[in-house]
């Protein structure tokens, strides 16, 4: 038994997540998560909103409430909405918590004392309308780049181009539209990441068997152009954590708060901190490796945009701070989910979200055509059409009509018990050493996180069984020979837990159901498939369950695909 810390990519406040953000992040962090604790593990996984930073702020504004409360209330939706997908966090915090704040003041401090950090006078657009200083998207203007009449302070939409407010040309207030924009010099704090390229770079090339897409977002960072660069860690704004120096104030930075990216990733040991505060236990015996944290295998989830901050900036705060923090062992990056034929957008309302997909089918349809289309080595793409198609086949056919066939067949002629007469003989031995091949694959798999693959062979388990059913024909078999058909029957039914039990990390709820009706309890991951597929003695008794997973008609998907062309209010 090990230990593992599991985290995923903290979701931004400012709106309900798209499927793309939860397949990028969220959904494959609650497979392995799931996964593990069904091997035994001991996992703590760990999850919150990402609340500070201007797109909260200007959010808030639109639905004209305090920014506290905004966020309050999101996060909540949040939370609720996640609950309803099955997604299995120890904790889900918040980055804007008491917690948070202390420990995110507290490596300024330390990474100040150690020559870390550096202080800077800066130019910056200062608004007289707003009598305020106007960081990232509280500017909008012209693109230099493509002559985008709307591009934000941070990144034009359009061409996707990387801004600093200044670059835009005929830049306006997002908050009054006032023009009336000057210069003037602000004093900032810059994470000097240059100094760490080295030991960076070093920790970098020693993760041989990290995910290409990961290294290689790292390695472009930190060789591109003049390599590395030291990064901008505060702002001018009012919601944030607040500058200080650990406990102290620290002198000519009152009034400003720590970019955004510098305190989220802080919040995944913060929200250990919370954890624990709620009653959760340990959070240093998993953060500390002073105290206890030695043995935890760490690994984050993230979509392929978040790579950067995980492989360089938080690990240089980790790092350059000097303590005995965990240092992350495993970093699965994902490429993007698109939809339909452009980008899913959060800002634009483009695609379908994590609300309105449960509004049309229970969690476990969309868990498992996400995992099973996750944007692994390339973008995948959403289409209603394969929607239809995979949760018809895979779910529907595969192992939804596995599961109705063989317990109401035996219902009709053994009753709702498992049959006592016959014996295994050829077929069903060779079904069962199958399986076990099969298992240890589907495992090494999971192991390796390597999501696709592990939901195809899930399916070829499932599919073994049909297969197995349709040439044994038990139905035909019992004309001839009741005793042998009742000894198929017996196996047939003993796949219904095993199934369950090795899909319980895709579909949970699928495979709570089947369970249920073949009345057993969960016992965690099947270790010897021979002993597995004798659990269900004869006599046993069970349910038939009502239908697992309905198919989406032509009709459905038609009127699916209308309703989510366009753009969300
Ligand atoms: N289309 C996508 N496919 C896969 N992962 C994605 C996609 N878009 C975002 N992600 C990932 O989703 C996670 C949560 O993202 P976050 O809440 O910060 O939204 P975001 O990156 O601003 O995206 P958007 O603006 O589209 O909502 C991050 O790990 C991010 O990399
Ligand atoms: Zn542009």
């Known amino acids: 038994m090990a230990r593992h810390l599991i985290t995923s990519a903290i979701p931004y406040i400012n709106g309900i997540k798209h499927l793309g953000n939860l397949v ?57 909405i996640a609950q309803r997908f099955g997604l299995s966090f120890d904790h889900f915090g918040r980055s804007s918590s008491e917690q948070n704040k202390r420990l995110t003041q507290h490596f300024a401090g330390v990474l100040a004392d150690n020559g870390l950090i550096e202080e800077v006078e800066q130019r910056q657009i200062y608004s007289e309308t707003d009598g305020r200083f106007l960081p990232d998207r509280y500017v909008e203007g012209t693109c230099p780049n ?45 994470l000097r990441q240059s100094q760490m390229r080295g030991q960076l770079s070093d920790w970098i090339e020693s993760k041989s068997d990290w995910p290409l897409l990961t290294t290689s977002i790292a390695k472009k960072w930190l060789n591109d152009g003049d390599g590395l660069q030291d990064r901008g860690i505060t702002r001018d704004l009012s919601w944030g954590v607040p500058v200080k120096r650990g406990d102290a104030e620290w002198p000519g930075m009152e ?16 929200c250990a901190q919370e954890w624990q505060d709620a009653g959760g236990g340990d959070w240093a015996r998993w953060w500390r490796t002073d105290k206890g944290a030695d043995d935890v295998r760490y690994t984050q989830f993230m979509g392929k945009d978040n790579v950067p901050f995980h492989t360089l900036s938080f690990p240089a705060t980790i790092i350059g701070s000097g303590e005995p923090w965990k240092l992350v062992d495993y970093i699965k990056s994902f490429n993007y989910l698109n939809y339909d034929g452009g980008q899913f957008s959060t800002s634009r309302g483009r695609g379908v979200f994590m609300d309105q997909a449960l509004e049309i089918l229970p969690a476990d349809y969309w868990r498992w055509w996400l995992l099973s289309h996750a944007p692994e080595t390339s973008d995948a793409e959403f289409t209603w059409e394969n929607f239809q198609a995979s949760v018809n086949k895979d779910l529907a056919d ?17 009753g ?32 390796a996180m390597e999501v696709r693959k592990s939901a195809a062979e899930l399916r070829a388990i499932w599919a073994a069984g049909n297969e197995y059913l349709q040439a044994q024909a038990p139905w035909t078999t019992f004309k001839t ?4 058909a009742a000894a198929q029957v017996r196996l047939a039914l003993n796949l219904i837990p095993l199934y369950a039990q090795l899909a319980a990390p895709f579909i949970p709820d699928a495979s709570a159901k089947m369970l249920a009706a073949m009345r057993v309890e969960d016992t965690g991951w099947p270790d010897d498939i021979p002993t597995a597929l004798t659990r269900l003695a004869p006599g046993h008794a069970f349910d038939v369950p009502e239908v697992l997973f ?18 969300r209010e």
């Open 146 to 190: 493509c002559g985008f009449e709307d591009a934000r302070g941070d990144q034009c939409d359009n061409c996707t181009k990387q801004l600093d407010p200044e670059d835009l040309i005929d830049p306006r207030s997002t908050i009054s539209g006032a023009t009336d924009l000057e210069m003037r010099a602000t004093k900032h704090l810059m």
């Open 481 to 484: 020979d009741p005793d042998a």
């Open 398 to 414: 595969v192992l939804g009509n596995f599961v109705s066939r063989i317990t109401k067949f035996c219902r009709s002629k053994f």
């Open 550 to 567: 309905a198919k989406i008609t032509d009709e459905q998907r038609e009127d699916w695909a209308e309703r989510f062309a366009g753009v």
């Open 255 to 270: 009034g400003k708060v720590f970019y955004v990216w510098f305190d989220a990733p802080i919040e995944y040991i913060a």
């Open 24 to 80: 990028g992040s969220q959904l494959p962090a609650d497979l392995y998560a799931r996964y593990l604790r069904t091997r035994g593990h001991e996992v703590l996984f760990l999850c919150a909103t990402d609340e500070h930073g201007t797109p909260a702020e200007l959010a808030a504004a639109k639905a004209g409430k305090p920014v506290a409360d905004y966020c309050a209330e999101m996060y909540a939706v949040q939370a609720d």
């Open 416 to 447: 709702e018990a498992v049959p006592e007469a016959g014996a295994f003989g050829e077929a069903e031995e060779a079904l069962i050493a199958d399986l076990g091949e099969r298992v240890a694959r589907y495992g090494a798999a999971m192991d």
